[in-house]
Nanobody
Framework: QLQLVESGGGLVQPGGSLRLSCAAS????????IGWFRQAPGKEREGVTC????????DYADSVKGRFTISRDNAKNTVYLQMNSLKPEDTAVYYC?????????????????WGQGIQVSVSS
């Protein structure tokens, strides 16, 4: 069993930055890829980015490429999402999730564990 807790959300003006954290606890000895997903009101959940456990391979949605950066510190069991140049359309509840695989990551698979989500609002 794995528990995920997101932190770092909030309200920011357009063009601003936020850094989200996803702290894992529980069965952290297993290998997990970590993904960030988001869901805006009235819209379907979408994959934002993911990072593999080994090698730090990443994938990004086109809408965030060049603005968002995912990274991880396996020693701290924490994954970070640095979000720069934020836009109002980035407003959503952001979730981190874990996929039990040792190599690679994908936004198009079913993830095994999910955090409770955290609100990110971009508005002037």
């Amino acid at each position: 069993q794995l528990q995920l807790v997101e932190s770092g959300g909030g309200l920011v003006q357009p063009g601003g930055s936020l850094r989200l954290s996803c702290a894992a606890s529980g069965s952290t000895s297993n290998f997990y890829a970590i993904g960030w997903f988001r869901q805006a009101p009235g819209k379907e959940r979408e994959g934002v980015t993911c990072i593999s456990y080994v090698g730090g391979r990443t994938d990004y949605a086109d809408s965030v490429k060049g603005r968002f950066t995912i990274s991880r510190d396996n020693a701290k069991n924490t994954v970070y999402l640095q979000m720069n140049s934020l836009k109002p359309e980035d407003t959503a509840v952001y979730y981190c999730a874990a996929d039990r695989r040792p190599v690679g990551c994908s936004l198009n698979v079913q993830y095994d564990y999910w955090g409770q989500g955290i609100q990110v609002s971009v508005s002037s």
